[in-house]
C-alpha cells in the first residue's frame, strides 16, 4: 500500500483535543506515521478541505515538529485522492494500513442526486468548493466502520471523548510489562497521564521531573530506621508507577525518540544505583549501634552499585547485535538488548515456560513491590542480598553470552 495523496474533510472537530492533540494533527501524524513506515520517498501530499463557512480564525494547518513526511495545501484538484479522512475519526498508533484496506461499497445518492462512491475517491461533476462538495467528501470518509477495538473509532459527539481516551491509554502499555506493572503501576500511571496530556507536557520534560523521587527516596534511606526503609521502598515504588507516564505521553503525542528511550534508561539505572547505596549506608548506621561490622552492608551496596553499572554498560554497548540474533520464544517479553542475553546464555536449556516465569518476577516492576513487602516485613537487608545475587547472575549470563558464537 501506498500513500501520496490524502484529503482530510474538516469541520470545527478540527479543534477537539483527544489524548493530548488537536484531532486535525493527530491524523496529520498518523499519515506522517504511515509514510514513514512505508519508507515512502516522496511526502504525502495532505488536503485540508474546511467546511464552507468555517471562519478563517479556524482554519489552520498542523506545525508539529515531529511532522516530516507530509506536505499540506487546501487547493483541491480533481485527481482521486488514496484515502479521504474526516476530522471526527480519532485514529490509534499504526492504524493507518488496516483503514487502507478496509473497503467500502458505494455509497446511497445524495439529496442532490450525486452518487458517492467508494471511500477515497473524487466525486465527479460537483464544484469542490461548495457546501454540497464538502458534503460528499464527508459523508464519504463517514461511510468506515466507526469503530475497530483498538484501532480507531468515530466521535459523533464531544462527550465521547473521555470514554475514547480511557479507552485509548488502555492499551498504552508494553508487551515488557510484569505483572505489577499490569494490575497495578499501568491502571495508577495512566490515571496520571490523562491528566499530563491537558497540558503541554513532554515525556522527556516529565522524566527528568519524577527523577527528584529516587534521589530523595535515597536519602531517606540513609537514615537506617524502620520507617526510613518502609518509606524510603514507597517511594521507590511511587517512582516506578510514575516512571510509566513518560512512555504513555510519547505513544499518545507521537513523540517517541531514541533520545528519550536512552534517558528513560539512563534515570532507570541510577535509581537502581541509587536503591542499593541507600540502603548499604543505611543499613550500616545500626550495624554500628550494635557493634556488628559498620562497613558490611555499606560495601554490599556499592559492590551492588558497581555491578548494576556494569551489568547496565554491558548491555548498553551490545544492544547493537540484538538485531544479528534470530527471534527467541519470549520476543514480545524482552526488551531488545536483552535477546542476545536470553538467546546465547543457554537459559531456554531449561524450557520456555521456566523462562518465561523466570524473566516475569525478576522484572524491575514486580521486584520493587516484592522489595516494598520485604521493607515493611522488617527485612530491608535481604533487598540487598537479592539485588546483589541478581546482578551477579544476570551479568554472568551476560558474559556467558558474549563467549557463544553469534
Not at 484496506?101 to 445518492?109: L, M, T, V
Not at 528519550?260 to 544505583?273: A, E, Q, T, W
Request: with cysteine.
Amino acid at each position: 500500500m501506498t500513500l501520496r495523496r490524502v484529503l482530510i474533510v474538516a469541520d470545527e472537530s478540527a479543534e477537539w483535543i483527544v489524548a493530548g492533540l488537536r484531532q486535525l494533527e493527530r491524523l496529520a501524524l498518523a499519515v506522517d506515521e504511515f509514510a514513514l513506515e512505508n519508507k515512502e520517498t516522496a511526502p504525502v501530499l495532505v488536503c485540508i478541505f474546511w467546511r464552507p463557512g468555517l471562519d478563517q480564525t479556524q482554519r489552520w494547518v498542523p506545525k508539529n515538529e515531529q511532522l516530516a513526511r507530509v506536505a499540506f495545501t487546501t487547493d483541491l484538484e480533481a485527481e482521486p485522492y488514496d484515502l479521504v479522512l474526516n476530522t471526527r475519526l480519532f485514529i490509534y498508533r499504526k492504524a493507518l494500513r488496516q483503514l487502507l484496506s478496509e473497503r467500502r461499497a458505494p455509497a446511497p445518492p445524495t439529496s442532490s442526486g450525486q452518487a458517492l462512491l467508494e471511500i477515497g475517491e473524487v466525486p465527479k461533476h460537483v464544484p469542490p468548493t461548495d457546501e454540497d462538495s464538502w458534503q460528499s467528501y464527508f459523508r464519504s470518509a463517514e461511510l468506515a466502520p466507526h469503530f475497530r477495538e483498538g484501532v480507531w473509532e468515530y466521535i459523533t459527539d464531544g462527550n465521547q471523548i473521555d470514554e475514547i481516551e480511557i479507552r485509548f491509554l488502555r492499551g498504552s502499555g508494553k508487551s515488557q510489562d510484569g505483572f505489577a506493572s499490569r494490575y497495578l503501576n499501568r491502571p495508577i500511571s495512566r490515571a496520571v497521564t490523562r491528566l499530563l496530556l491537558r497540558f503541554p507536557t513532554t515525556p522527556n520534560a516529565w522524566s527528568v521531573l519524577i527523577f527528584a523521587i529516587p534521589v530523595v527516596a535515597s536519602l531517606i534511606l540513609l537514615q537506617g530506621s524502620y520507617g526510613s526503609f518502609v518509606w524510603g521502598l514507597v517511594l521507590f515504588q511511587l517512582f516506578s508507577i510514575l516512571d510509566g507516564c513518560d512512555g504513555e505521553l510519547a505513544r499518545a503525542k507521537f513523540m517517541e525518540s531514541a533520545r528519550g528511550r536512552r534517558l528513560d534508561d539512563v534515570f532507570d539505572v541510577i535509581s537502581n544505583i541509587l536503591l542499593v547505596v541507600g540502603l548499604g549506608l543505611g543499613l550500616s548506621r545500626p550495624a554500628n549501634s550494635t557493634g556488628q561490622a559498620v562497613w558490611f552492608y555499606a560495601v554490599e551496596g556499592l559492590v551492588a552499585a558497581v555491578l548494576i553499572g556494569a551489568n547496565e554498560f554491558y548491555l548498553a554497548t551490545r544492544s547493537s547485535d540484538a538485531g544479528k540474533v534470530k527471534a527467541v520464544p519470549l520476543d514480545g517479553a524482552l526488551y531488545p538488548r536483552h535477546r542476545a542475553l536470553v538467546e546465547r546464555s543457554g537459559l531456554l536449556v531449561f524450557g520456555e515456560k521456566f523462562a518465561s516465569v523466570l524473566i516475569q518476577f525478576t522484572k524491575h516492576d514486580v521486584a520493587i513491590l516484592f522489595f516494598v513487602f520485604l521493607a515493611v516485613i522488617g527485612s530491608p537487608e535481604w533487598i540487598l542480598h537479592l539485588l546483589l545475587a541478581v546482578t551477579i547472575v544476570s551479568l554472568a549470563l551476560a558474559l556467558r553470552s558474549r563467549a557463544q558464537p553469534g
